[in-house]
């Protein structure tokens, strides 16, 4: 069958022996509907909605078609969770679109999104997120000028090594740190769309008129427009990272999407506004951080909240981005597509403690060389590479398999809306301004079959990696995993 038969003879998954009694080591289900809306919603509001605005509106031309494309996004976003809603019911294990390309696809598709995410996007991405957290930590020791980039990636790395420790000690310890964090960002964005309404009922009305005028027509400008507010929107599909960490996942998952994302949106939406009467359209265009340059308007002496809740926010994402990548490092070690030390959990934290070093580390190197503009088109452009590609899978499922037991279902014009706009996302950059950055990635992509067919494959592991594991076993104080009954 298409759906991948489970092994069941794998050491890996087998039993530990723990305490007196034989228990099946696994992580807990500790997260809630309250901690599943945050980690949503906490992942998704971090730097883009502080920054992203003034590249829209670059991409666009006027205030009318960004603010269409800040809706579209939204709505997109939305489409996007409720399928992978329906593929985590069918599904219901961790690890996102790598589990599902895995069990619908096959081996080799699952391998290649996972080498390609557990090395390059998913550390590209919090660190890109951890840069823009310091350069706005940073700012108040250096009033007047830019931070020098040692400042900002110092920062940024020990942003990434407190990360590390919150969410290797304790699961719960991780999503209060969310739940906190998502608390004071979604005040941050309430100050602002307050404000912006406060200025909208004084008459300050003068960006909206004349809206539609000079609107950019490119199918290439609209694709980089939707990346950049899609950027904003990244996190949408993160609880299906954790679904054998949420309680009651056939309930908490649709319902923890259902809330989250119209809240998302109807607040980018309204927070785009706010800035908008606050500035003109070139003023927006010419701002370095549109929130802080809203605040030096608008609150005047106040304006330092702007930057304390940007650099909250930023935070509070990339603890969201970090939870998270964790999960694909240790999903993919212990369906035996990672070295087998990933796959492993703290004996007592009940953590993926190894894989969320890994990631760690990856960050780490990635802040040294990174910058966070590059990193955003070229991580949206992998990222929905692989989600047209789950989408599709989602559609094979609802066409060849309907009798599945799900206890969610998605109306099928829903996927297909979202696999035309993952189509048009993807080709859209490519025909319209071709750059050679694109053609590394997927070069980058494609390299994976050099690890694939020796390592994987036709398994062979050479006799140093096995006593590396058990020492690495015994230092970190990890044991094999199981997956949950589920």
Not at 15 to 20: C, Q
Not at 57 to 74: E, Q, R
Request: proline letters at 5%.
């Amino acid at each position: 069958s298409t759906m991948r038969e489970r092994k069941t003879t794998d050491p890996l998954h087998s039993s530990t022996d723990l305490s007196e009694g034989k228990e099946k080591l696994r992580l807990k289900q500790e997260v809630g509907l309250i901690s599943s809306v945050s980690l949503i919603a906490g992942t998704m509001i971090g730097s883009g909605i502080f920054m992203s605005p003034e590249w829209v509106l670059h991409h666009m031309g006027n205030p009318a078609s960004s603010l269409l494309i800040w809706a579209a996004c939204g709505l997109l976003a939305t489409f996007g969770a409720l399928s992978y809603a329906e593929l985590g019911t069918i599904i219901k294990e961790s690890g996102g679109e790598y589990i599902y390309i895995l069990r619908i696809f096959g081996s080799f598709p699952a391998f290649l999104f996972a080498y390609t995410s557990v090395i390059l996007v998913r550390p590209a991405g919090l660190a890109a997120v951890c840069l823009s957290f310091a350069e706005y930590a940073t700012a108040p020791f250096y009033p007047g000028c830019t931070s020098p980039q040692v400042a900002i990636k110092c920062t940024a790395a020990a942003c990434i090594l407190i990360l590390t420790i919150i969410n290797c000690l304790n699961v719960r310890l991780a999503t209060s740190v969310m739940n906190i964090f998502t608390a004071a960002k979604l005040l941050a964005l309430l100050v602002i769309v307050v404000g912006g309404l406060v200025l909208l009922a004084n008459g300050q009305t003068q960006s909206f008129q004349n809206g539609f005028q000079g609107t950019t027509a490119g199918i290439g400008a609209v694709g980089v427009a939707f990346y950049q507010g899609l950027w904003s929107y990244d996190g949408w599909n993160n609880l299906n990272y954790v679904t054998e960490e949420l309680k009651k996942p056939e309930v908490t998952l649709p319902r923890a999407l259902m809330i989250a994302i119209p809240l998302v949106t109807c607040l980018y939406l309204l927070v785009n506004v706010s800035y908008l009467a606050a500035m003109t359209p070139s003023e927006l265009l010419s701002s370095g951080a549109v929130a802080v340059t809203w605040g030096d308007k608008v609150l005047g002496s106040w304006a330092w909240l702007i930057s304390l809740s940007v650099a909250l926010s930023t935070f509070g994402s990339s603890n969201g981005t970090f939870f998270s990548g964790g999960r694909v490092c240790y999903i993919a070690a212990r369906e035996g597509h990672m070295p087998d030390i990933l796959s492993m959990a703290h004996v007592r934290c009940l953590t993926p403690s190894p894989a969320l070093l890994f990631t760690s580390a990856m960050s780490l190197i990635m802040i040294i060389s990174g910058s966070f503009t590059s990193i955003v088109n070229f991580f949206s452009f992998m990222a929905w590479l692989f989600y047209g590609m789950t989408i599709s899978g989602l559609l094979y499922l609802k066409i060849k398999k309907p009798e599945l037991p799900r206890s969610y279902k998605v109306p099928i014009i829903i996927p297909i809306i979202v696999l035309m706009a993952a189509v048009y996302l993807v080709l859209a950059p490519i025909i319209d301004q071709p750059q050679i950055e694109i053609l590394y990635i997927i070069l980058f992509i494609f390299s994976g079959i050099i690890f694939y067919f020796p390592l994987v494959r036709f398994k062979y592991h050479p006799r140093f990696l096995q006593r590396v594991t058990v020492q690495l076993q015994l230092l970190l104080e990890v044991a094999p995993t199981t997956r949950d009954a589920n």
